[in-house]
Structures are given as C-alpha cells and as structure tokens.
C-alpha cells in the first residue's frame, strides 16, 4: 500500500448502527481503528469506546459538532482524522486528532489526513488549533530527550507523537500527568470521608447525585462548571471562558445518558451562606465497567483553605465503589502546575501512568 493511492473524504455519521444504514459499516471501522491506537499506545482497552458510545458522541447538540474524515485504500479504512468543534464558546477553536493504521504509516499519510483536517477547520472559521499527544511511562525503556511545555513545567518524552505535532508547527503548551488508582489499593472508604469531613470543618457538608443534578441545585452547579473553565491550570492554551446555564448542564447530562455513562457527582455547600462551594465528577461508561474517568474537580477560591477537594474526591470515590462496584480502577488527568491537586490524588492513592502534550497552532 503507499500513501498516494489512499482517498481522503469526509465521512458520513450514521443515524444508527444498524445494518441497513450504508454509513454504519464506515462508522464502525472508523471507530475500532482509533480504538487500536489507544490499546498500541497504552497497552490495554480501558480507553476503549464501543461504536454506540461514540456514535452518540458525534451527534451534534447546541454546545459542538463533530468532523470524522477517512483515509481509504479501495475498500479498506485506513485512517481517521477527527475534528471537535465548539459551537457555544471558544468558537475560535477546533481540536483535531489523527490516527492511521500501522501498516501505512511513515507514508506521508498522517501528514495527508491532518493537512485536511486543518483545511476543514479554516474553512469553518476556526484560527486555533488543539491537538493532544499521548505518552505513557513505560519502565522498560531507557530515558531519551524530552520536551518542555512553554510553560517551564512537566516534560513528556520527544517520541513520534511529538515529533508529528512540532512538525506541523504545533507549539506545546502544557504537560499534564495522567494517574490511575486501583480502587482495591485506594485508602479510601468510611474512615477516610469521617476524616476528610473532619478537616473541612462544620460549615460545610456534602451533596450527591448520580445522573441529573437536582433541579434546585442546577443553577450553582452551572456557575461552578462556569468557573471550572477559567480556574483550572490554562498554561498559554487560547481558551476562553465557557458559558455554562441549567440549559447546558441538562444537555450535557442527556448528551451522557446518550452515551451510555453513568455519571456521579459530589458537591460541597457552605451552610453560612448556602452557595455550593465545590464539585467533583466522575464517569464511568457501561461498556466498560471496570473503569472510571474523573472529569471536573473544582473548589472555589474564596473557599480553598479547607481541605475541600480532599473531602470531594473521598466522598466521591465512597460513593464510585458502592454504587458501582464493577469499578476497578480510576483515570485522571491533572496539569502539571496544578501541585495542589496532584498532592490529594498521591494521598489517595493514585500512581503516574503517564503524561499528555496538549498542543496549539494559530492558523
């Protein structure tokens, strides 16, 4: 196979995945190629989508809508590139990803699929672009060069992921350090949240759902996915901030009920004054149980000093193993800056697995 006899195309999202769609067979093997990708780079299928999870996913809804592009060798995919666009807020932006199948790469495919990708996202307004790398700690291999973010903290290792995103004059701007927790070693239960509690003090106390956030809680908890978008660690990232209303908390959680999560939050209300104080969230897809991704964890500034993220992650991760025993073990993903959270995860229990580049390109 070489590279010039591929066809790049947009591809079509199915209605379904049912057989009689003639989009679905397309979609499909779109998705388990970007699949395998993810089980070459880190070495196992927690990072699996099934078809259905993502196919909700590209289905659009006010906040985003999605590109998938493919690369075919007569009737064989592959290569993906995918592009993720906001439609709500930072509409400036577009993030873009690439993966092509092994036995075409080093044939100036990758280069095709993403020179496409860029040309969708120009054409749709779009200045910026985001792109992620991937890089897991393997302990077998021997340290090599590194790079730095422009922000002067973290590395990740100069290996042909970044080498693929610098060519294509990507700066890399923050370096984030992805952690897993096995739930059967985490300190975490009863005593611990007794603890936690203790710390945090009686001015505040906690609030749980699981899916829909109560209807009288809704509007704090948008402010506080709000300030998620400003607060946390943003090195030199083009993004602005997010606007969050009960409108787009209610779409989120019908865009992951679509998707087939569950979706647990924590919040902590300071009983002075009412106002929710802080959230924690974690997900975890049905068809693949045994893992859970923690998404926001937020603490509002005029409340930090009170062990409240301590006393968030806790309570969440009591509530992960009652309500879902199923799962194993917990992905996270904290930018290298952000020490504060890094040190409540280390004490939780949670081990560096490796790091993320996270990329960005003005057009």
């Not at 690439?98 to 075409?104: D, I, L």
């Not at 990507?170 to 096995?182: A, M």
């Not at 106002?275 to 964890?297: I, K, W, Y």
């Not at 280390?346 to 990329?359: I, M, Q, V």
Request: proline share 6%; hydrophobic share 45%.
């Amino acid at each position: 196979m070489t590279q010039t006899s591929a066809v790049i195309a947009p591809l079509a999202i199915p209605a379904s995945l049912d057989a009689s769609d003639p989009a679905a067979a397309d979609f499909i093997a779109a998705v388990e190629l970007m699949n395998a990708s993810l089980r070459e780079t880190w070495g196992n299928d927690d990072f699996r989508d099934a078809p259905h999870t993502q196919l909700a996913g590209f289905h659009p809804s006010p906040t985003r809508r999605r590109i998938l592009l493919g690369a075919r060798i007569g009737d064989e995919l592959v290569g993906v590139a995918t592009l993720k666009l906001p439609l709500m807020d930072n509409t400036h932006s577009a993030l873009v990803h690439v993966a092509v199948a092994p036995e075409v790469r080093r044939s100036g495919l990758g280069n095709r699929l993403y020179a496409a990708a860029e040309q969708a996202a120009a054409a749709d307004g779009r200045r910026t672009l985001l792109g992620e790398t991937d890089h897991p700690v393997r302990p077998e291999t021997a340290p090599g060069p590194v790079l730095a973010p422009r922000s002067g903290i973290g590395a990740i290792p100069a290996d042909s992921a970044a080498r693929f995103a610098a060519d294509r004059k990507f700066d890399l701007e923050q370096v984030e350090r992805v952690s897993l927790l096995n739930l059967a070693d985490a300190a975490v239960g009863p005593d611990a949240l007794k603890d936690a509690a203790a710390a945090a003090g009686g001015d505040y106390a906690l609030e749980y759902w699981r899916g829909a956030c109560p209807e009288e809680l809704v509007d704090a908890y948008a402010a506080l996915r709000r300030k998620m978008s400003t607060d946390a660690p943003m090195a030199g990232l083009d993004l602005e901030e997010e606007h969050w209303d009960a409108a787009r908390v209610r779409e989120t959680e019908r865009k992951a009920r679509d998707m087939d999560a569950e979706v647990l939050v924590s919040a902590v209300r300071h009983l002075p004054t009412g106002e929710l104080a802080g959230h924690t969230v974690l997900m975890v897809f049905n068809s693949n149980p045994a893992v859970a991704f923690q998404d926001d964890t937020l603490v509002l500034r005029e409340h930090r000093g009170h062990r409240l993220g301590m006393l968030l992650k806790t309570a969440n991760l009591v509530r992960l193993r009652e309500e879902l025993p199923r799962a194993a073990r917990v992905w996270t993903w904290n930018a290298a800056e952000n020490g504060y959270m890094l040190s409540i995860n280390d004490t939780l229990g949670f081990a560096p697995a490796g790091y993320s580049g996270e990329w960005q390109k003005t057009l």
